[in-house]
């Protein structure tokens, strides 16, 4: 027991940035766009523009790197006007780390980032014949650029390329289950 409090001092004083790190919230909403998947596409949803919603929160150093972990939803992913499809939900989950590049003038900051993660589709249809939920592992890979307005209060906006695998999953599949589609969203980025 006294070896690891030691052990766990000894770090924490070896790596003095974590003392100064920040929690981030980090809601935002934007798009989906650009979209293909292995999935039955009953209202031909592929290639449309969508809605998508989504919440991270993480952890930001101030060697500009930082960690979060982020829940986003596209609730018509795999729906259009058609009726034919009640659900046709995407939910992502990924564990992302980024970088925030040297600072452009006094208030924006680029950054680029990468994660990992799943990706989760509930496809429901009217008569029931595809009806299925699929897990995939997913990842995803972009950057943006985060506008400072306040000590507390960012704004940010960022564009990102997601891909899930394939995986030869239930009656909802054609050929095999994959998502990818890339992803233009704005929020805030909220520091404690």
Do not use: C
């Not at 980090?26 to 293909?36: D, E, N, R, V």
């Not at 499809?85 to 003038?105: A, H, K, M, S």
């Not at 993660?117 to 699929?134: E, K, N, P, Q």
């Amino acid at each position: 027991m006294i070896r690891t409090i030691i052990l766990l001092v000894l770090l924490s004083s070896a790596v003095p940035a974590l003392s100064y790190a920040e929690w981030t919230l980090k809601p935002f909403a934007g798009i989906t766009f650009a979209s293909s998947h292995g999935f039955v596409d009953l209202d031909n949803a592929a290639g449309t523009v969508q809605p998508m919603f989504g919440s991270a929160v993480g952890w930001d150093w101030p060697n500009r790197f930082g960690v979060e972990l982020e829940l986003a939803t596209a609730p018509t992913f795999l729906k259009g006007a058609s009726g034919l499809v009640e659900t046709g939900r995407l939910d992502t989950l990924f564990v992302n780390g980024y970088w925030r590049l040297p600072q452009i003038g006094s208030r924006f900051q680029p950054y680029i980032a990468i994660g990992a993660g799943g990706a989760r589709v509930t496809l429901d249809d009217v008569l029931g014949a595809f009806t299925s939920t699929t897990a995939l592992a997913a990842g995803n890979i972009g950057g943006g650029v985060i506008a400072t307005t306040s000590a507390r209060f960012r704004v940010i906006g960022d564009v990102r390329y997601i891909r899930s695998q394939f995986r030869d999953i239930g009656p909802a599949a054609v050929g095999e289950a994959s998502v990818a589609y890339w992803r233009a969203a704005g929020g805030l980025l909220i520091r404690f």
